[in-house]
């Protein structure tokens, strides 16, 4: 008997770890799993996603110096990757000036600048703007190409 109420616990607490992974708001442990089916199904699309924007970016960046710029709508916020097989001085600056004209802020970043560019940024819309990843990816672009033109 005591078995079996620790295998129910175990499984109830299993399913609410599940639940809180997958942001389920669902009551009931079929509910769960349905929810967390749909969560992985999503999953799965991104990844393919990002597989082939690295697909499509690998022979672009061969061809093209520019670095390849990929954003990703969180709940409250962004995704911003930023990557160049060559480093560019002074192209972090320009992206976080485009960042702040957004009235984007910066809420974490990993940037590496030594033999490569590569950014990671997580930004929130400071004002609720509203603004969409197509808005922001636009910015980024332009800040490349406004610092591109300037280091020619």
Known sequence: MVSREHKRAALHEKLQLLRSITNSHALNDNSIIV??????????????????????????SVQNPFPVVTVETLQKGFVINVLSEKSC???LVSILEAFEELGLNV???RVSCA???RLQAVGEDEE?????????????????????????
């Open 128 to 152: 609720q703007a509203e603004i969409n990843a197509q808005v922001v990816k636009q910015a980024v672009v332009q800040a490349i190409k406004n610092w591109n033109e300037s280091t020619e």
């Open 115 to 117: 033999d490569n560019f």
């Open 89 to 91: 001085p002074g192209l």
């Open 35 to 60: 929810d967390a089916s749909k969560y992985i199904e999503e999953l799965k699309q991104k990844v393919e996603r990002l597989n082939q924007d690295i697909a499509t970016a690998r022979p672009s």
């Open 107 to 109: 809420l974490e970043a």
